[in-house]
Structure formats: structure tokens, C-alpha cells
């Protein structure tokens, strides 16, 4: 009797050594212009190659502006990183879909769009939100960079294997709450480090009535509350997600496949090392109101008691103060966690017919080209300009202040990023996680709204 985790962990060791630890096998590495270049410069060091370069896939999305994206980058740093990464896939012959090219994307978003994250594999990146991917139920995660490395050479890491957390949302979701609420509810619910040393599965009904997309937002966050990863089991929306995609397995292939991924859940008996359960209902549209996403409350409670006086401090806020009716100067929609199309079509189906407030900057930004092809094929782009929102081009943007994006110090932003860390989105800048819908009917009102109320 097996948990999900361990029948595709189990698969993929490739020998035990000394001490416990595990020699993993991977089968997809994605790469970013942030942690690659170290390990390039390390192999060349050593003088060895890649183990599998057909294995790699790169693509630019931390340094990348998000306008003119035809034109040279402006900021030195962005533009080193970025012509690194295109030299270093060149030189080692990597697929690369850098700057300009129509596949370029957040790491996390091209992935699955193009089928190449599929049930059942392990999956690394130089990247946190590689858990995005156990969406589809693969045991995806972030590494360092000497791992980044590690990989490359090896198509192997030495790990340890994590502890399992099993967390079950049962029943119906409210109106207006969606999956980015679901996280954020369970991290304030567990805290920062509340799966520290886990990897987690969500199930329950709450979990498997959500879309693919939906799920890759609950497995993106996973780690914020400290765990290595999240997965979802695969189902019939995993398939019907996959099927046709461009990596998706072919006529007999795809046949095969599917018989494979039709092994991958939980059996009814297997025993998690932790499990939590939460109720739907429970769950209303959520904010942070310090600078970790574990400190989260409901839209229309008020701020606790907490001995993170440090955080109130930074965010300019008090404790037993509501944020309802806060004005917040920036709405940034985007991030891996939140800027495929099911978020931006959400977003145009409450702004249209309505306008931003004035004082307030809301910037758009699809996680790929692909998604802001779709975007514009359904004339979502017309809606956001009548509505005064800008629609950008793909990159990580605001989500970090790495690129041109960023908030400035001591201006309050409702962003649908995953990380609500001290200058995160620029030195100073002030934070609030929420999902795109009230991101959206932020930017309307001005001020942070219930998104419950304004709906029809
Ligand atoms: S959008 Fe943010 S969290 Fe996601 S890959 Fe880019 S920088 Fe990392």
C-alpha cells in the first residue's frame, strides 16, 4: 500500500548509498538565465558535458522586461544574464526559447503548455515554484544551484527521501474563492514552515473539481509553507490537459502512457507521515498582511496578534486593522502562481464594462507567449485597455524585483505573485498576496475590496 509520492520515488531509484541517502533519477530539467550559469561555468570547469541535453529545456523569464521585448534589454545585469544563458544553450546545445522566440514563457507555465510535464516523472529547476508541476502528479521541486550542476552532469541527485503530508479540502468552494485562496488558507493555516520536510499531497473534492490550471496554483505554493513539493493525482482533466499538447505522447505511445498514469494515486490504505483536512466552506477570499504568506487572513477579518511586530512594521499596518476599503497604490496580475489564461479570463470577465481607479497602476502579465496569443485571439487585450489595465508581455515581472518591474518603497501592491518577502517586489515595496479576482476588483474600487460583494 503506497501514497502516490512513494510508487514515483520508489521508480526512480537508481541505488542507495552510505548514510540512507538516495541516488534519484530525473527526467525533465528546466532551465532559467538565474541559476544555470554557475553550472554551465562548472561543467566547463571539469571539462565534461551534459549527461542529457535532450533533457534540458531553457527559457529567459526572471530578467526579461516585460515591454518592447523586441528591442536590446536596457538594464545591464538583465542583459548578461539573459545573452549567458542564450551562449551557454548555444555552446552546449541546448533548447533554448529565449527573448523573442514564440514558445518563451515563465519556466513553470511553458512546461505544461507544451506537454512536456507530464504524470509520474521527477522534474527539477533552479527555482522554488518547480512545484507547480506535481499538479500532474509528478514529483516536482526546487534545487540549488550546485544541484542545477549536479544534474547536469549526472541526470541524478543525491537525496534524502521527504516525509509524505497528506492535506484533504472537502466540499464546495464559495463564490468568488478560488484556488490561489485555497493556498493561501491552508499556509495561514499551517504557517510558513508548517510542511517543512514533506511533500505534500491535496486531495479531496474541493482539490479534484479544480482545473489543471487551478491545481498548478495549489501546487506552486506548496512550498511556501516549507514543504519540498505538492502533487495532485492525475485524473481524466490530467489527460484531456495533456492530450495534443506538442510533447504529448503519440498514437500507441499515448496508450501506453495512459496506462502507466492510470496507476499513479494513492491507494486506499497507504499511511501518510501527516495529514490535515479543511473545509471548503471555510475558505473566503484571502490577503497577507505581513511579509511570509503564512501570514494570511480572511478579507473580512482583522489583522491578529503576532510577535512578528517587525513584519506590521514594514507593511505599515496594526494589529486588529481590516484591510478592506486600504488604498493600495499597484495591482499586479501575473507570476507562475497566477497568469495563465483561465486567470486572465477571469480578470476580463469582471473588468469588462469597467474602469481602474486613477490612482492606481494595474499591470497584466501572461506567463507566456502562447498565453498572450490566446489572450489577444479572444480579445481579452481590448477588454484590459478599455478597462485601463495594461497588458504586458510574458516574464516573471513584479513577482520579484529582478527586472525593470518593480513597486516602489513604501507604495502597497495586491499581487497575485507567491512570495510576499521583504523587498520582493523592489526595495521597500509593500506586499499583499491575493487572488487575481480581487486583484481585479482592487484595481476597479481603489481601495481592497470583498470580491464576494461585487459580484453579480
Ligand atoms: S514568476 Fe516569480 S516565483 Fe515564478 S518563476 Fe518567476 S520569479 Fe520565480
Redesign the pocket.
Known amino acids: 500500500m503506497n501514497t502516490l509520492f512513494d510508487k514515483i520515488w520508489d521508480q526512480h531509484v537508481v541505488t542507495e548509498i552510505k548514510g540512507g541517502r538516495q541516488v534519484i533519477y530525473i527526467d525533465q530539467h528546466y532551465i ?1 538565465e538565474v541559476t544555470s550559469p554557475q553550472a554551465f561555468a562548472g561543467l566547463e570547469k571539469r571539462d565534461i558535458t551534459l549527461r542529457r541535453k535532450d533533457k534540458i529545456i531553457a527559457t529567459a ?2 530578467n526579461v522586461p516585460t515591454k518592447n521585448q523586441h528591442l536590446p534589454i536596457s538594464e545591464p545585469l538583465s542583459k548578461k544574464q539573459v545573452s549567458t544563458l542564450m551562449r551557454n544553450c548555444e555552446k552546449f546545445d541546448v533548447t533554448c526559447y529565449g527573448l523573442g522566440h514564440e514558445k518563451q514563457g ?3 507555465v511553458i512546461g505544461p503548455e507544451l506537454g512536456i510535464t507530464k504524470p509520474g516523472m521527477t522534474i527539477v529547476c533552479g ?3 518547480t512545484s507547480t508541476h506535481g499538479a500532474f502528479g509528478c514529483i516536482a521541486f526546487g534545487i540549488g544551484t550546485s544541484q542545477v550542476e549536479q544534474v547536469m552532469a549526472s541526470q541524478c541527485l543525491i537525496l534524502n527521501k521527504p516525509k509524505t503530508m497528506r492535506i484533504t479540502v472537502n466540499g464546495k468552494l464559495q463564490r468568488g474563492v478560488s484556488s490561489k485562496d485555497i493556498v493561501l488558507y491552508i499556509i495561514s493555516k499551517l504557517t510558513a514552515a508548517g510542511g517543512t520536510g514533506h511533500f505534500i499531497e491535496f486531495a479531496g473534492d474541493a482539490i479534484t473539481d479544480l482545473s489543471m490550471e487551478a491545481r498548478m496554483t495549489v501546487c ?1 505554493m506548496s512550498i511556501e509553507m516549507g514543504a519540498r513539493g505538492g502533487m495532485i493525482a492525475p485524473d481524466q482533466k490530467t489527460w484531456d490537459y495533456i492530450k495534443g499538447r506538442e510533447h504529448a505522447p503519440k498514437a500507441d505511445k499515448w496508450n501506453e502512457a495512459l496506462a502507466y498514469w492510470k496507476t499513479l494515486y494513492t491507494d486506499a490504505e497507504a499511511v501518510f507521515d501527516t495529514e490535515h483536512t479543511f473545509e471548503a466552506s471555510d475558505i473566503s477570499p484571502m490577503l497577507t498582511y505581513g511579509t511570509n504568506p503564512g501570514m494570511g487572513i480572511k478579507i473580512d477579518t482583522h489583522i491578529p496578534e503576532t510577535e512578528n511586530q517587525k513584519a506590521l512594521d514594514y507593511m505599515g499596518l496594526s494589529t486588529g486593522e481590516s484591510l478592506i476599503g486600504k488604498k493600495v497604490e499597484h495591482v499586479f496580475i ?4 497566477n ?1 495563465r489564461i483561465e486567470d486572465l479570463r477571469l480578470v476580463a470577465e469582471f473588468v469588462k464594462g469597467k474602469q481602474k481607479a486613477d490612482h492606481i497602476s494595474a499591470m497584466i502579465v501572461p506567463g507566456s507567449k502562447a498565453v498572450e496569443a490566446q489572450a489577444i485571439e479572444e480579445g481579452l487585450d481590448k477588454i484590459f485597455e478599455a478597462a485601463g489595465f495594461e497588458l504586458r508581455e510574458p516574464g ?2 513584479a ?2 524585483g ?1 527586472n525593470e518591474d518593480k513597486v516602489p518603497a513604501g507604495e502597497y501592491c495586491v499581487s497575485t ?3 510576499n518577502f521583504e523587498g520582493r517586489q523592489g526595495p521597500g515595496a509593500r506586499t499583499i498576496l491575493a487572488s487575481p479576482l480581487t486583484a481585479a476588483a482592487t484595481a476597479v474600487a481603489g481601495v481592497i475590496v470583498d470580491v464576494r460583494k461585487e459580484l453579480n
Open positions: 532559467h523569464d526572471h515563465i519556466v513553470h527555482d522554488s515554484h506552486n501575473g507570476s507562475c502562481t497568469s516573471c515581472s513577482c520579484l529582478m505573485s507567491n512570495r
